[in-house]
């Protein structure tokens, strides 16, 4: 009885090869079109945790009748009076509104503490929103001082993978407390303030 013939199975050198450069090929056109993804969920995620703070402290200001600020902070318990938006933020209820800056008093409640965004994230403020935004019993916004408040705080990537015309958002914010969100086209890699 003659026995089969023995197959042998799997891959010759060739055919891997041959797969490993097909591979690569498509690796190094997708790895780019992924790394744009990040940044663009990164900027998405970093101008929604803002929106969503701003939207709850206004919310909160109606909700209890007294008035909500939301601070740039970087210790989650005081508001700062340097850097920038990206370093995180605090909201609390502003019962007493001490001096031209918000800060956090005694006897006020901080309610959410949002942390550091993620390297390549910019947020800066313009006008009154440099360094707070307040929300009055009324729903409005209102500086230290009583006056109407007013501006745009740009949210922005520094990702070379996002062009000028996606890397940043603004966030413009009338009298009225009212926040809206329009991309904005043309904004450089350095991300200038708004």
Do not use: H
């Amino acid at each position: 009885m003659l026995k089969p013939p023995i197959r042998n199975s799997g891959f010759t050198l060739v055919e891997l090869m041959v797969t490993i450069v097909i591979l690569a090929i498509l690796l190094s056109i997708a790895v780019p079109s992924f790394q744009s993804t990040i940044a663009i969920n990164r900027l998405s995620a970093a101008t929604n945790d803002l929106v969503a703070s701003l939207a709850q402290a206004r919310m909160e200001a109606l909700r209890q009748g007294k008035r909500v600020t939301v601070c740039m902070s970087s210790s989650g318990t005081q508001c700062a009076t340097s850097s920038t938006w990206q370093q995180g933020w605090i909201s609390f209820t502003d019962i007493t509104r001490s001096g031209a800056t918000a800060n956090v008093d005694g006897g006020e409640s901080i309610q959410s503490v949002a942390g550091a965004k993620p390297a390549g994230i910019s947020i800066s403020g313009s006008g009154n929103t440099t360094q707070y935004i307040s929300f009055g019993p009324d729903g409005r916004s209102w500086t230290m001082g009583d006056a109407a408040q007013t501006g745009t705080i740009r949210v922005c990537s520094t990702s070379s993978y996002l062009s000028n015309d996606s890397r940043a958002r603004d966030l413009i914010l009338t009298a009225s407390g009212k926040i809206t969100m329009e991309p904005k086209t043309g904004v450089s890699s350095s991300c200038p303030a708004p």
